[in-house]
């Protein structure tokens, strides 16, 4: 479809700071073909009137777990592992196909309204997942989390046939590996999965040292951190996502610059549970890359990437006692480009600008909450919320139009989560 967005401002994500006012961005076949003034010689299938509306590219959420939303708000305000294994796993063992899938849908749809256009999941059955994300036509990662335990043949041909047959579909998803963590993951198996990516050509998405406790566990049976752990096995050869990283010292985040590593921040996930702070800005000023995630909605419990920029900036401000942490620009570019960066699309996503994927979030900017309107930026760190969101186009093709989704019925998919996880608890 070729789209005119006319007259909008834009924050494109490719110079600090840079705004551009009464913009225009053409989408064809997919990608922005043009941003800038008006053109006489393209013949626009869709309009979209710019004014009062904000274009910032879509945002990337690098880490999930998106058939959780199922135990949204089922099992809160306990530690990790006792909600890990007093709650989540044993009502996760009764997950049908068709849960995962209908509660991946559900998480999807809440991502889109409220301006993500790309996931980095790690959860079961990834080709429901894969096949909620192809009817919506979202992007994004797909990974089957890997926990140790009698059936690991099994999960590494799961792995392989999700490979073969997703990697790559309408040019949305990809496919990763995801060894759990090394708590759940033994030395062996985190070598062979380390293999593994390295034959598909891909990356690891894992969880290290979330919580202290985690990291004490791992000082006792190893003697090392979780992330030296990682490293001395040499895990960090491939690409890699650590999801949380809070409990890290100065080790800890030489290896992770040293190594490329991308940091998973979930701001709201870790409070909520009580891990901690993640020294997001001592990690940045060392060279470490961090992006943004949501985590499940079973733990956070909502999968708005509007408010993680907002609290990453301000917690980091807090934890350091340094007003200046983490500004808004920064905590946009973690939540775009540095998320395009880790699942290896930096080259053409995460920034509008020509040639790049037509992945846009149009957002509304006529509430009270954005007047005075000072600084843009700030404002969309500050004082935006998921609910401004009123267009997304994810690779050309308009998902979410005026609020409305276009190609799947809202209210179907709220009523079939709903009847599922009743069934879930009546059988616990």
């Known amino acids: 479809m070729r789209i005119w967005i006319k007259g909008i401002t834009a924050i ?20 922005i073909t043009w941003i800038g003034e008006e053109r006489s010689d393209f013949a626009a299938e869709k309009v979209i009137d710019g004014t009062g509306k904000l274009a910032i590219p879509g945002l990337i959420n690098l880490h999930t777990h998106l058939g959780m939303s199922l135990m949204r708000n089922y099992a809160d305000d306990l530690d ?16 049908s196909r068709d849960d995962i899938y209908y509660g991946s849908l ?11 256009t790309c996931f980095n999941d790690m959860y079961m059955e990834m080709d429901r997942v894969g096949d909620a994300a192809l009817k919506l036509g979202m992007r994004g990662v797909l990974a089957r989390g890997f926990v140790e335990d009698d059936q690991v043949d099994e999960k590494y041909e799961s792995i392989r046939r999700l490979y073969k047959d997703y990697h790559g579909r309408d040019g949305l998803l990809q496919v990763a590996v995801a060894p759990h963590a090394p708590y759940t993951v033994g030395p062996e198996h985190l070598v062979r999965l380390k293999e593994l990516a390295l034959e598909l050509g891909t990356f690891l998405h894992i969880h290290l040292s979330e919580t202290a406790g985690e990291v004490e566990r791992a000082k006792a049976a190893w003697g090392k951190s979780p992330i030296v752990h990682c490293n001395d096995l040499g895990i960090f050869e491939v690409p890699s996502i650590g999801a949380h990283c809070v409990h890290v010292d100065e080790e800890d985040i030489r290896i992770l610059a040293e190594k490329g590593v991308t940091v998973a921040h979930n701001p709201a996930s870790n409070l909520k549970l009580a891990s901690g702070f993640a020294p997001v800005t001592q990690m940045m000023e060392a060279g ?3 992006a943004l995630g949501t985590d499940g909605a079973s733990s956070n419990n909502r999968q708005n990437m509007i408010e993680e920029m907002h609290l990453a900036s301000i917690l980091a401000k807090a934890v350091s006692l340094n007003p200046k942490a983490l500004g808004a620009y920064e905590a946009l570019e973690m939540a775009t480009i540095k998320g ?53 186009i994810i690779q050309g093709k308009i998902v979410l139009d005026q609020g409305y989704f276009l190609g799947v019925d809202e209210e179907q998919v709220k009523g079939e989560v709903n009847r599922r996880i009743q069934r879930l608890k009546d059988e616990r």
Do not use: C, F
């Not at 990790?80 to 997950?95: C, G, V």
């Open 288 to 290: 470490v890359q961090v």
């Open 12 to 31: 494109p994500v490719t110079e600090r700071g840079l705004v551009l006012e009464n913009t225009n961005i053409y989408v064809e076949d997919g990608r």
């Open 106 to 116: 559900l998480s999807m749809m809440e991502m889109i309204r409220s301006g993500t």
């Open 340 to 392: 395009a960066q880790a699942i290896g699309l930096g080259d053409e996503l995460g920034k509008l600008e020509k040639g790049y994927l037509a992945d846009i979030t149009i957002m509304d900017l006529s509430g009270l909450h954005h007047s005075p309107m000072n600084d843009i930026i700030s404002d969309l760190a500050y004082s935006s919320a998921g609910s401004d969101v009123d267009t997304v």
């Open 80 to 95: 990790l592992m006792d909600w890990l294994t007093k709650e989540i796993w044993p009502l996760e063992a009764k997950l």
